[in-house]
């Protein structure tokens, strides 16, 4: 059973940062790629970004590419998403995510990915 909990969400003014960690237990986490995914109220969660096991590729949604980085460091089980110039239309429940299978690149949709976080609230004010 794969846990993955999501920590650094708060609230934050608009042009601000915040670094978002997940920590993943249970599984050989460093042959799955990682997703970030994000739900702001009344709307679908859609994808932020992903990573390959090795942290060689990564993929960013356009809404988010040039502000947003994300990287891994399996030798602590955990993957980052690092957000820059954040924008009130950011602020969202942000959820990590590990890849379904091994090895799968590239990964977008929510069913390339097996196992959820519950998810942290990110704030921006405008």
């Known amino acids: 059973q794969v846990r993955l909990v999501e920590s650094g969400g708060g609230l934050v003014q608009a042009g601000g940062s915040l670094r978002l960690s997940c920590a993943a237990s249970g599984r050989t986490f460093g042959s799955y790629c990682m997703g970030w995914f994000r739900q702001a109220p009344e709307t679908e969660r859609e994808f932020v970004g992903s990573?390959?096991?090795?942290?060689?590729?990564?993929d960013y949604a356009d809404s988010v590419k040039g502000r947003f980085t994300i990287s891994r460091d399996n030798a602590k089980n955990t993957v980052y998403l690092q957000m820059n110039s954040l924008k009130p239309d950011d602020t969202a429940v942000y959820y990590c995510a590990l890849g379904r299978y091994q090895y799968k690149w590239p990964v977008r949709a929510e069913a390339d990915f097996g196992s959820w976080g519950q998810g942290t609230q990110v704030t921006v004010s405008s």
């Open positions: 990573i390959n096991w090795t942290g060689s590729r990564i």
